[in-house]
Structures are given as structure tokens and as C-alpha cells.
């Protein structure tokens, strides 16, 4: 067997490489607005709350609740293949916006809406970062 395919890593650019290379550095950083200092991801110009574009990075320590998950059992990209099924998770950060991780060191059995979760970092490019979902 010539081994599994290799994963995709995306290509990053404009604010969401920003924001790929603060998180490749080994720390969560979100946006936070200067005028009402709401907190947002994505990374976009102005904020959804004021319109401001005063905005910052701020580091995040990951931590959060579990707001949504499905698990994946096909897929038509053959660098998944070997780790199917995998179950993604929706993150609701202590600051407020959403973040997509995937599960580790948890089972579907063991996931619950609102169970407190850790965001960890994996850098696969100086510019990219995977994100896993673990227990707090
Ligand atoms: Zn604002």
C-alpha cells in the first residue's frame, strides 16, 4: 500500500491568515472591537455589534462550551478517509464567537450540548493551524 493521501491545508490570505498565523505562534487570538469591545470570528473589517473598524487581537485561552457537532461517515476527499467516521464540533468560546474543531481524546457517547471544552491548536504551515476540540 503507497500510504494514505496526503490532507489538504488550505491557503490562507488577508485577515484569515492574520489571524492563522497568531493562532501558528501557539496562542488563539480573536478579534475584539475597540469601540464596544465585542468579541468576533471570522475575522472580517467592522464589527457586527457597532460597525466600528477599530478593532484588535486578543488572546484567547480556548475555552468554551460545546454548541453543535455532527460526525462525518463519507467522504469524497481520500485524505479523510482513513480517520472516518469524525465527529466536528461546534465551540461557543468563553468570549462569545464560534470556532470549528474536531473532536480528540472524546467520544460521540460523551458529547453534550453546553459540556465545557478546550480548543487546541495542531500548526500544519507557518500560515495554518487544524484545530482540535478536547475536554476541558
Ligand atoms: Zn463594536
Not at 501558528?24 to 480573536?30: E, I, K, P, V
Request: hydrophobic share 35%; with cysteine.
Amino acid at each position: 500500500m503507497a500510504g494514505s493521501p496526503r490532507k489538504y491545508v488550505p491557503e490562507t490570505e488577508g485577515l484569515n491568515q492574520e489571524f492563522f498565523l497568531r493562532a501558528a505562534g501557539g496562542t488563539l487570538h480573536l478579534q475584539r472591537c475597540d469601540e464596544c469591545g465585542t468579541y468576533r470570528h471570522p475575522p472580517r473589517y467592522y464589527c457586527q455589534h457597532c460597525f466600528s473598524g477599530a478593532w484588535h487581537w486578543e488572546p484567547s485561552a480556548g475555552l468554551g462550551r460545546v454548541a453543535s457537532w455532527v460526525t462525518t461517515h463519507f467522504t469524497i476527499d481520500r485524505g479523510w478517509v482513513d480517520d472516518l467516521p469524525y465527529t466536528t464540533i461546534v465551540v461557543e468560546l468563553e468570549e462569545g464567537p464560534r470556532l470549528l474543531g474536531a473532536m480528540r481524546n472524546l467520544s460521540v457517547e460523551q458529547l453534550e450540548l453546553g459540556m465545557k471544552v478546550k480548543v487546541v491548536g495542531e500548526t500544519k504551515r507557518d500560515d495554518f493551524v487544524f484545530f482540535w476540540v478536547e475536554p476541558q
